[in-house]
């Protein structure tokens, strides 16, 4: 656990909205797909993940539907909204902006 | 597009709570199978992969919890969470549910009752057309303020003023008649109106039309237009009455239209007027008003006109006030009676909308309607602060529960939150069972025959009045006891201290609601004393006259077609046939009777060349034989006899109230007066008699004694009504032959009335028994509940001390001891309350005393207004609550005295 970092408040909601942005998923596949991508370095966990989604529905950036999932099951599939579309891209360049920040302050001291 | 999915999103989570949390369930439980997978596949045995799935995942309940957070819809599930907790909770209670619900019904019942009463008499405005051009016009009285009533021939040079109204139209005040239709003769409100009546509010016909000018001619064939209320209601809305005959007042009228759903008359005070006539029918159809030939003084109707396009109200004021000064320049005579219904030289135009009755009666009536919400309000107030003593203790009680949830980390809030949605559960189901009862009680009256109708229907007013009060007495009554319950200390309460420490404070929440209930309870009684007070002096003043052993019947002759001649001799005939009844003493026809006579206007001889003035009387047409059957003394001078005919000078006899007042001595035999609207009808004053109670004359039915005077039928030219009897034993019987003798002369006559004479006045004493029997009800239900909240109270400080009473009882005191040191907290409480109620009573009724100079308000001075302080009555009253109080205690004093002390001191 402790060469997880945990993560940093509010990243939690652009990390889901980039993994769907490729393709619709459900919980678990956000999760995992996180997890991969970032070499096991960044752990989801459910207890902040599905409040999360639950949020970003609800704020309109996100939308679910139920599908079949690759094992055949029954599962709730998340997909952005256009709203969503354009709220990543803001988070996004937003997010790049904090990090090439902290990244400079970082170096020059 | 973002806005539709949060609307959307928010409206699925609210609406569809049940599949959304399935959802919730089923993803949760995906993720876990996942997990599972997951670990197996990297080559854990199942059980072990679901074991660390499991400690992974925590807890389910706090991931679901956090996402319902997340979702914004927490606080309406928590509110439906705590709507079906607090429902489950008064279901369990059901004992205590259903007393508040009992006890808040027949408050916000009472209260709903009287507002819609209010609301029918005040509050409900009809659909008029752009009612913005409206103005109702008054002549003034002499000291410049409107008048009841304007005259019909005022209201016709008013009309004339075309440049300034676009239309003009009269009515008259309703007035009480009788229509025979289907063979049975039935009471009805009448109206006159001008045909330019429905046009000038701007209104349509529901059916058929409105009588037109050539029907308003005089001598034109007799034309009405039936009431809407009348038309579905008594003739079962059938379009064919329209174009049919129906005898009014006995005269064959035609009818020509249904008036519309809305309007129930000129003067809209809930009387729904039956019969619109055309105004020239009035000398045709009741012979004692004659407005169209009338003076300028005395006949009966209200104006309204309809205000030309561009006029303003100030123009119509101007253009009223030349009329005014022109009406005084040429009919100087008409403007110099004095007295009552005297008219001065003056006209007031008032905007519509700015009138509900009478410029000068709305004033008043706000405010008596208002003093009676005011007093059922009170009971209302009794009913909250009762709920909130039972809460109290039920909280009490509940503390153990309130301080196990506040350890478990539920906040004061989420507490308080609760206990208030559990009493607004409660006063909700008042308000409907309130609702219900007034629904009924409402239904109740109408079943009964008034004379008049009042239409009582509930309205959207009412019922948001209702739903309204339920709520917020909700409120009231629940918000101090839940956060008196939530403030608890923990430790103490938990530790389940059997015995806690007793409050030996004085002033509590709890003692203080008592004290207020009884003492409220005691106010209400007050009032009712009064009224019993009243009722039982008017009671007192009519039976000034010997009732027993009398009977009366009515009939009216119009109906069946008689030529006044025949009449005569019909009448004759009946009345040799009673005397020849055996047992019968004497036996008289007259036309009224003491306690239901008519107003007339007369003006009275000053003797000594002063001029005279205008005065208002109540007559009656009796005949000989009258004074003697109803054994009413003779004072001075004589009674009528057979000498007094038609052609000999008119005479009358008057009551000794008459006299003084109008004649300023008792023996007033041989001075004169007239009839207003008749400069010819100088009548001599033969003989003064005992006053009688005359009852419903005039709106003051707790003063009724006024002058009255007595006019031989057989001179007046009037047909007799009524035939009364006195038979030397019982009178019931008598009312039986009465009727046997009517059917013997004619089968067809109709019977009116056929009663003694003792129900007759009975009946006459309605309105104030009403009264009384009304505060009497709202006092001993304000009495009742505050018996209730001190029963409480006093059951749960007795269960609270048991283990106390168990030691002393252990210790050797004595139930007689046990009782007394119960008893004497109650009779504190009760004695405190009785006697602020006690102070507080006397200082109203100090005030009402003082205040009531302002009796010129033009509906009477109840004598109420003017309560004398009975000591006898407020001993009475405190004597009652000292009772109520002592039966309180009683029970659990009782039961705390048979305890047996080793149960009591294991108690818990």
């Known amino acids: 656990m402790s060469d997880q970092t945990d993560l940093i408040q509010g990243t939690l909601d652009l990390l889901i909205m980039r993994t769907i942005a490729l393709e619709p998923m459900h919980g678990w596949a956000v999760a995992q797909r996180i997890q991969q991508i970032s070499d096991e370095l960044l752990k989801v966990q459910q207890g902040s993940l599905y409040p999360a989604l639950h949020r970003l529905e609800h704020q309109g950036w996100i939308t679910a539907e139920w599908g079949t999932s690759d094992a055949n099951r029954r599962a709730r599939f998340y997909s952005l909204t256009k709203a969503g579309k354009r709220q990543l891209e803001t988070e996004v360049s937003k997010w790049e902006r904090l990090s090439a920040g902290v990244n400079l302050v970082l170096k020059r001291t | ?908």
Not at chain 2, 217 to 225: E, K, N, S, T
Not at chain 2, 240 to 251: A, C, L, Y
């Open chain 2, 1 to 908: 597009m973002r806005l539709w999915y949060i609307l959307r999103s928010r409206l699925r989570s609210i609406l569809f709570r049940d599949r959304r949390e399935r959802d919730l369930s089923e993803e949760l439980q995906l993720h876990l199978e996942c997990e599972i997978e997951r670990h197996v596949a990297d080559g854990v045995p199942e059980h072990e992969a679901r074991h660390q799935a499991l400690r992974m995942f925590g807890g389910v309940e706090q991931i679901k919890e956090a996402s319902r957070d997340a979702r914004g819809t927490a606080a309406i599930d928590a509110l439906a969470r705590d709507t079906r907790h607090g429902l489950r909770r008064l279901v369990r209670d059901w004992r205590f549910t259903t007393a508040a619900v009992l006890i808040l019904g027949l408050a916000i019942g009472a209260n709903t009752a009287i507002f819609s009463v209010v609301n029918a008499v005040l509050f409900r405005e009809e659909a008029l057309a752009d009612p913005d051009r409206l103005v109702n016009i008054y002549q003034n009285d002499r000291a410049g303020r409107p008048l009841v009533v304007t005259s019909y021939s005022a209201y016709t040079e008013i009309a004339e003023y075309t440049d300034i109204f676009a239309a003009t139209m009269a009515g008259s005040m309703p007035n009480p008649g009788r229509y025979l239709y289907d063979g049975a003769v039935r009471d009805a409100v009448v109206e006159f109106a001008t045909a330019t009546y429905l046009d000038t509010l701007g209104l349509r016909p529901s059916l058929g039309r409105w009588f037109d000018e050539t029907e308003e001619r005089p001598g034109a064939p007799l034309v009405a237009v039936l009431g809407y209320q009348a038309w579905t209601r008594r003739f079962r809305a059938d379009p064919s009455i329209v174009g049919r005959i129906i005898r009014i007042e006995g005269r064959p009228v035609t009818i020509v239209g249904i008036a519309p759903a809305n309007h129930r008359g000129t003067v809209d005070i809930g009387l729904g007027t039956d019969f619109w006539l055309p105004v020239t029918a009035v000398p045709a159809v009741f012979a004692n008003l004659a407005p169209r030939d009338a003076s300028t003084i005395n006949a009966p109707f209200l104006v309204k006109a309809r205000l030309r396009e561009g006029v303003t109200l100030a123009q119509a004021k101007a253009a009223m006030d030349v009329l005014a000064q022109r009406l005084a320049a040429e009919y100087p005579d008409q403007f110099r009676a004095e007295g009552e219904f005297a008219v001065g030289p003056g006209i007031t135009v008032v905007a519509s909308t700015d009138v509900r009755i009478h410029p000068q009666a709305d004033g008043p009536f706000m405010t008596i309607a208002s003093l009676v919400l005011v007093i059922v309000g009170l009971v209302l107030a009794i009913a909250c602060s009762n709920l909130a003593t039972l809460l109290l203790v039920r909280g009490a009680a509940r503390a153990k529960e309130v301080s196990v949830r506040l350890a478990m980390g539920a906040t004061r809030r989420q507490l308080v939150r609760h206990l208030l949605i559990e009493s607004l559960l409660l006063s909700l189901a008042g308000g409907i069972a309130g609702c219900a009862l007034a629904w009924w009680g409402m239904r109740a009256l109408q079943g009964i025959d008034f004379p008049f109708r009042v239409d009582l229907t509930v309205d959207y007013r009412v019922l948001t009045f209702a739903i309204l009060l339920s709520q917020v007495t909700g409120v009231v009554f629940g918000l101090a006891p839940a956060l008196k319950a939530t403030r608890v200390d923990l430790l103490t309460t938990l530790r389940d201290e059997g015995l806690q420490p007793i409050d030996h404070r004085r002033l509590t929440l709890k003692n203080a609601l008592i004290v207020f209930q009884v003492a409220v309870s005691v106010l209400l009684l007050g009032g009712t004393s009064v009224f019993l007070q009243a009722a039982a002096a008017a009671r007192a003043l009519r039976v000034d006259y010997a009732v027993d052993g009398v009977a009366m019947l009515e009939t009216d002759l119009r109906f069946a077609g008689y030529s006044e001649p025949d009449a005569r001799r019909l009448f004759d005939e009946l009345l040799r046939r009673i005397e020849a009844i055996p047992g019968v003493q004497s036996a008289a026809l007259v036309r009224g009777l003491p306690m239901d006579v008519h107003g007339v206007a007369i003006v009275v001889d000053g003797g000594d060349g002063q001029k005279g003035s205008t005065l208002e009387a109540a007559a009656i047409d009796a005949a000989p034989g009258f004074f003697d059957t109803l054994r009413i003394a003779l004072l001075h001078g004589r009674v009528f006899d057979l000498r007094d005919r038609a052609d000999t000078p008119r005479v009358a006899v008057i009551t000794e109230r008459m006299a003084r007042q109008y004649f300023g001595a008792v023996n007033a035999v041989g001075r004169r007066f007239r009839s207003a609207n008749d400069p010819n009808s100088w009548t001599e004053v033969i003989g003064v008699v005992r006053d009688t109670g005359t009852g419903d004359f005039d709106d003051d039915v707790l003063d009724p004694i006024g002058p009255l005077f007595y006019t031989s039928y057989l001179q007046s030219g009037a047909l007799p009504t009524t035939v009364i009897a006195r038979t030397s034993g019982d009178a019931a019987p008598l009312v039986a032959a009465l009727q046997r003798e009517l059917r013997a002369v004619d089968i067809t006559l109709p019977v009116m009335t056929a009663q003694t004479m003792a129900q007759k006045l009975e009946g006459s004493q309605a309105v104030p028994n009403v009264i009384a029997t009304l505060f009497g009800a709202l006092g001993s239900l304000g009495l009742a509940l505050a018996s209730i909240g001190l029963y409480a109270v006093v059951a749960f400080a007795v269960a609270r001390r048991s283990r106390e009473i168990g030691i002393r009882m252990a210790l050797g005191a004595r139930s007689q001891q046990v009782v007394w040191s119960i008893a004497r907290g109650v009779a504190g409480l009760t004695g405190v309350g009785t006697g602020i109620g006690l102070v507080l009573l006397v200082l109203v009724m100090l005030v009402m005393r003082a205040g009531s100079g302002s009796a010129d308000i033009g509906i009477g001075s109840l004598s109420v207004y003017r309560p004398t302080i009975d000591p006898v009555a407020l001993l009475a009253i405190a004597a009652v609550t000292a009772v109520v109080g002592v039966a309180a205690a009683f029970v659990p004093g009782r039961r705390a005295a048979r305890m047996d002390p080793l149960v009591a001191l294991r108690h818990e």
